[in-house]
Nanobody, 116 residues
Framework: QVQLVESGGGLVQTGGSLRLSCAAS????????MGWYRQAPGKQRELVAA????????NYADAVKGRFTISRDNAKNTLDLQMNSLKPEDTAVYYC?????????WGQGTQVTVSS
C-alpha cells in the first residue's frame, strides 16, 4: 500500500500562483510514475502532469503547458506541482496519483479555486 498526503491548495486570484505538494509513504518501492490529476464539478478526472520513474519522462496536459511545472524528489518521496498564471478554468480538486506495478493510489485531494 502507498499512502499519499497532499497540501497546498487554496483560493487565489486569476494570474496568481500556488504550489501543491504530495508526500508518499508506505510501499514506495516499485513506483512506476507519479502525477497530478484534477476534477472539476460535473467533469471527469483528468491528467494534469505526470513523471515516470525510469527515464524521468514528464507529460503535461495541453491546457497547463507553459504554466505548470511538476517536480519530484526521489530521496524525499515527494511530488510538487508549481502552478503559475492560474485561470478560473483551473478550479478543481487536485489529486496526487501513484502508479505502482498494476495498482493506482490516490491522495484525498486538495481544492484549488481561482477567482476571476
Amino acid at each position: 500500500q502507498v499512502q499519499l498526503v497532499e497540501s497546498g491548495g487554496g483560493l487565489v486570484q486569476t494570474g496568481g500562483s500556488l504550489r501543491l505538494s504530495c508526500a508518499a509513504s508506505g510501499s514506495i518501492f516499485g513506483i512506476n510514475s507519479m502525477g497530478w490529476y484534477r476534477q472539476a464539478p460535473g467533469k471527469q478526472r483528468e491528467l494534469v502532469a505526470a513523471t515516470t520513474t525510469n527515464g524521468g519522462r514528464t507529460n503535461y496536459a495541453d491546457a497547463v503547458k507553459g504554466r505548470f511545472t511538476i517536480s519530484r524528489d526521489n530521496a524525499k518521496n515527494t511530488l510538487d506541482l508549481q502552478m503559475n498564471s492560474l485561470k478560473p478554468e483551473d478550479t478543481a480538486v487536485y489529486y496526487c496519483n501513484v502508479q505502482r506495478y498494476a495498482s493506482n493510489y490516490w491522495g484525498q485531494g486538495t481544492q484549488v479555486t481561482v477567482s476571476s
